[in-house]
T-cell receptor, first 113, second 116 residues
Framework: DGGITQSPKYLFRKEGQNVTLSCEQN?????MYWYRQDPGQGLRLIYY???????QKGDIAEGYSVSREKKESFPLTVTSAQKNPTAFYLC????????????FGQGTRLTVV | AQTVTQSQPEMSVQEAETVTLSCTYD???????LFWYKQPPSRQMILVIR??????QNATENRFSVNFQKAAKSFSLKISDSQLGDTAMYFC?????????????FGQGTILTVHP
């Protein structure tokens, strides 16, 4: 079945540690996205990528980093520079045209302990 | 810059009634698409409906329809004959061409509760 997979579903991190969230898609989509969801703030865009080896900062990129070495993979690293990393993170993908919908993974809940 | 604003944090409706969720947006591009997504308690995002900016006719999908007012930059979602399964958070989203191409921006979301 085609889809987009995020792992793990729950992640705990100690303060000061970097952590990487995985996002894989087998939909052959060109574009991939990372969003952060906090209560009352909706979905805020962290990074997005239109093609392999290229990505752009979204609205809240500080404290995060990404890579896009393969079309199907777009991992997100939450660094120790992110002041408040506890949140629900959603990955999405879509084809490259402006009219197509985004498909979402099931999300990763990151908690800093 | 492109922005999407949903000014209703929460809404409620009785089963079988109609409810309208509001959304306003801003973009300098002329080619763009607007979307409504639903996020049920499972947190799996699902597309509800989409609207192309060039089309004057409002999109409809079964019980879901939009009121697209391009000049006012307004894009509201109407849910008719509300069902308990419509209980979810609803997000309005914008994807534009031009210099913002590729950037998919969401609003703050509206929590909709359908009461029996």
């Amino acid at each position: 079945d085609g889809g987009i997979t995020q792992s793990p579903k729950y992640l705990f991190r100690k303060e000061g540690q970097n952590v990487t969230l995985s996002c894989e898609q087998n939909l052959n989509h060109d574009a991939m996205y990372w969003y952060r969801q906090d209560p009352g703030q909706g979905l805020r865009l962290i990074y997005y990528s239109q093609i392999v080896n290229d990505f752009q900062k979204g609205d809240i990129a500080e404290g995060y980093s990404v890579s896009r070495e393969k079309k199907e993979s777009f991992p997100l690293t939450v660094t120790s520079a992110q002041k408040n990393p506890t949140a629900f993170y959603l990955c999405a993908s879509r084809t490259g045209t402006v009219n197509t919908e985004a498909f979402f993974g099931q999300g990763t809940r990151l908690t800093v302990v | 810059a492109q922005t999407v604003t949903q000014s209703q944090p929460e809404m409620s409706v009785q089963e079988a009634e109609t409810v309208t969720l509001s959304c306003t947006y801003d973009t300098s591009e002329s080619n763009y698409y607007l979307f409504w997504y639903k996020q049920p308690p499972s947190r799996q995002m699902i597309l509800v409906i989409r609207q192309e900016a060039y089309k004057q006719q409002n999109a409809t999908e079964n019980r879901f329809s939009v009121n697209f007012q391009k000049a006012a930059k307004s894009f509201s979602l109407k849910i008719s004959d509300s069902q308990l399964g419509d209980t979810a958070m609803y997000f309005c989203a914008l994807h534009a061409g031009g210099t913002s191409y590729g950037k998919l921006t969401f609003g703050q979301g509206t929590i909709l509760t359908v009461h029996p």
